[in-house]
């Protein structure tokens, strides 16, 4: 088949080159040139992933006419923050009924839209859109490493093609009707991440860890419910799976921001020595406008804008978060 994949940092070259190694004709827009044509001479993105070799039928280019050219599936795996550029940029090339799945995690800033919702906004056809999700770091899906994903659509049909499209020996897909909790719990996973990271930075225990990311899963739970999903998928892939993943896995760049952060380093400082994306440093923000539409108290997301955004310390946050008023657990 013929796919586009749109976005060439980690989890793009990791989604291509698993596409790409599973027979299909793949080719993935990169926006630097330099980028492209080292992918296309010497099957390796010098950026990303970088001590990896990529399939050599993997194509690369910064032109979104050549890449769409006849695609049969896009997959978008920018930075959630850009998604609604993103979508403006493929729309002359794609028809109305092109499959489209969205890997970014987020939530838009202002609006409080999902990915699936801005892709709904700019490209219409709600049915051909899908989000995929789960506890994947790209360091292990290029290594083939086994990983299972959640792939969600609001028609059944839609998460079955990408179902099938992305399924590999090391690669397990599930479907999945609920669009709303999968991104839901994307977004928010990320800024449980960073509490805990800024909690080991801060000396603290596995103990609180542990606090952090249960009481972090109830208040996923409480979001996803009031804005209509099921907070069953909060206990699946895309909820608890994830949530885990990026609270515990060195290469989670959300939880060791967190880390940092508690040890002096700015977003800035971060995002400049990495040149990554730091999807739940802007997510603490834009959920909270999701929270407030649907009158949702978040403590941990709270606490983790007020030290990102409005200066706030760490010690000063964390007392007031352990000394809320003591309540029922459920
Ligand atoms: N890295 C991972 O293991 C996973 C990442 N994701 C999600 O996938 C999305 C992309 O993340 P990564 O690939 O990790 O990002 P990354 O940090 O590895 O790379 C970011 C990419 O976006 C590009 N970019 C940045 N600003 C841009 C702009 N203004 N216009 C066009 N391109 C721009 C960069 O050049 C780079 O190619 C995020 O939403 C992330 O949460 C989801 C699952 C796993
Ligand atoms: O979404 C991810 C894993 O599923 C990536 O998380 P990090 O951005 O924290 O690395």
């Known amino acids: 088949m013929k796919v586009s994949v749109i976005g060439a940092g980690s989890w793009?070259?990791?989604?291509?080159?698993?596409?790409?190694?599973?027979?299909?004709?793949?080719?993935?827009?990169?926006?630097?040139?330099?980028?492209?044509?080292?992918?296309?001479?010497?099957?390796?993105?010098p950026r990303y992933l970088v001590n990896s070799t990529l399939d050599e039928r993997l194509r690369a280019s910064s032109d979104f006419a050549e890449v769409?050219?006849?695609?049969?599936?896009?997959?978008?795996?920018?930075?959630?923050?850009?998604?609604?550029?993103?979508?403006?940029?493929?729309?002359?090339?794609?028809?109305?009924?092109?499959?489209?799945?969205?890997?970014?995690?987020?939530?838009?800033?202002?609006?409080?839209?999902?990915?699936?919702?801005i892709f709904e906004d700019v490209?219409?056809?709600?049915?051909?859109?899908?989000?995929?999700?789960?506890p994947n770091h790209a360091e292990e899906v290029i290594k083939a490493l086994p990983s299972g994903t959640v792939i969600a659509a609001f028609r059944l049909k839609t998460a079955k093609f990408f179902q099938e499209l992305f399924a590999a020996p090391y690669f397990r897909t599930y479907v999945s009707s609920d669009v709303i909790g999968a991104e839901i719990c994307a977004a928010y996973k990320n800024v449980v991440a960073i509490a805990v990271g800024a909690a080991y930075g801060m000396g603290l225990g596995d103990n609180t860890a542990s606090?952090?990311?249960t009481r972090g899963l109830a208040e996923m739970g409480r979001l996803v419910t009031a804005c209509g999903g099921n907070s069953m998928t909060c206990m699946g892939l895309a909820g608890v799976g994830d949530l885990e993943v990026t609270c515990m896995s060195e290469h989670s760049r959300n939880r060791?921001?967190?880390?940092?952060?508690?040890?002096?380093?700015?977003l800035e400082e971060y995002k400049a020595e990495t040149h990554m994306v730091v999807e739940?440093?802007?997510?603490?923000?834009?959920?909270?406008?999701?929270?407030?539409?649907?009158?949702?108290?978040?403590p941990i997301a709270q606490a983790v804008r007020a030290i990102v955004w409005e200066g706030a310390t760490l010690q000063d946050v964390a007392v007031a978060l352990l000394d809320r008023p003591l309540k029922a657990e459920f």
């Open 256 to 266: 060791t921001f967190g880390y940092r952060l508690a040890k002096g380093t700015t």
């Open 123 to 134: 490209l219409g056809h709600l049915g051909r859109l899908a989000g995929l999700t789960g």
């Open 211 to 213: 606090l952090i990311m």
């Open 12 to 45: 793009g070259t990791a989604l291509a080159n698993l596409l790409a190694s599973q027979g299909n004709d793949v080719c993935m827009w990169a926006r630097k040139p330099e980028v492209c044509e080292s992918i296309n001479t010497r099957h390796v993105n």
């Open 280 to 298: 739940g440093a802007v997510a603490c923000r834009t959920l909270h406008t999701l929270a407030s539409e649907h009158g949702v108290d978040l």
């Open 68 to 117: 769409l050219k006849g695609t049969e599936a896009v997959v978008v795996v920018t930075p959630s923050s850009i998604l609604r550029q993103t979508a403006e940029a493929i729309a002359p090339y794609i028809t109305s009924v092109t499959p489209i799945v969205i890997c970014s995690k987020g939530v838009e800033e202002g609006t409080g839209l999902l990915p699936v919702e």
